[in-house]
């Protein structure tokens, strides 16, 4: 139980587009989801986090207009990194949690290649 | 502040042998800790987690931690290292304060397991 899927797991695109990815809680109902920064060989950098029905709560220093969150179901949040660009690149991870005491569990990341 | 440490970058044992991965915290108040793996390209599985009780847990593929509070650490432990254990392992500590309706972690830097055959 607990699988979070996450989509694409790897992307690559042009400079200046944008990319929306996709986080599911398959098997239960996420009231919360976060969003993660992943550099190489580093730890996690939380994004935001996004309670269902409504806006997201952005970390110091995270573009909100930039990476846009949407978490408009119990079971799916998305987050679109508008006009991106090299620096965009990176390794991206979701995850849920249902009751305040329960776990995050993790979707398995999306690598993002902006060239 | 909230704050989680591992002190070791890397952690290097020989199959069969036990291993140990630190992790000491720095929270207000009980803490909530959770100890993560992750593997190459991959986002990270839950393992184990201590919120109250034994200070021994026991969680996911052998694994297990001791919660000392006069040291405030929280160690993840394996009887017996196995090759396929080698991985990236994070300890962390849910927020507390503001972030506490929501549940946000805490993240150490991480330690790299390396088991050898």
Redesign the interface.
Known sequence: G?V?S?HPSRVICKSGTSVKIECRSLDFQAT?M?WYRQFP????M?MA?S?EGSKA?YEQGVEKDKFLINHASLTLSTLTVTSAHPEDSS?Y???A?SF??????????T?LSIL | AQSVAQPEDQVNVAEGNPLTVKCTYSVSGNPYLFWYVQYPNRGLQFLLKYITGDNLVKGSYGFEAEFNKSQTSFHLKKPSALVSDSALYFCAVRGLGGSSNTGKLIFGQGTTLQVKP
């Open positions: 607990a979070v996450q919360t976060f060989k580093q730890s996690l939380l986090t309670n709560t390794f991870i979701c995850s949690k305040l005491d329960q776990p995050q569990h993790f979707g398995d990341g690598r």
